[in-house]
């Protein structure tokens, strides 16, 4: 709908897109940043970004340790794999806003996922409030926009687990009310 000259969307812009702010994402294997209207990919990246980012390592000592115990990965990998297992899904809000301020991590789609050693504390779970969604809450979002049947054949456990889990995660995401809203949220978010 055409609205003063200009067509009303329903999307609202990523980070960095039109504004200071920064939105990190990978695509076909590449790290890209979003930031004052420019896409830069890895490692041109701006140097007020990196330092933002550099600044937020040195509060997560277990992300930390973590880069460490990397099997093969080189001190100089440190930061790229930092950005790209805590900050790499696209999603719907800022990694860092317009006043520099990097958000907390959000749920990148990872083919490790379930796998990976460092999984929780590298890259890190979805925290909703001042709640975490369970692993297995997770398992559950994947696969949210599926009956609730086929959800619990596909995980091996009982409907009755697969209700529980999504009270659990409706009772976490406040003021989402149904089903499928929990499939729109995740969706939002990257997980479906």
Known sequence: M????????????????????ADFFKDGGKLYVSHDRRIEEWPEFPEYVMNLVREDMLKYPEAIKSLGQWENLLPEEFEYRYIACRFGGLDDEPDIDVNGVVHPSEYVPCRLRGECRFEGKLCRAIQVGDEYISKREMDVLRLIDLDNKIIADKLCISTETVNSHIINIRAKLKGIDSKPQLAVWASKKGII
Do not use: C
């Not at 055409?2 to 702010?21: H, L, S, V």
């Open 2 to 21: 055409e609205r003063n000259g200009f067509i009303n969307t329903t999307k609202k812009p990523f980070a960095g897109m039109i504004d200071k702010g």
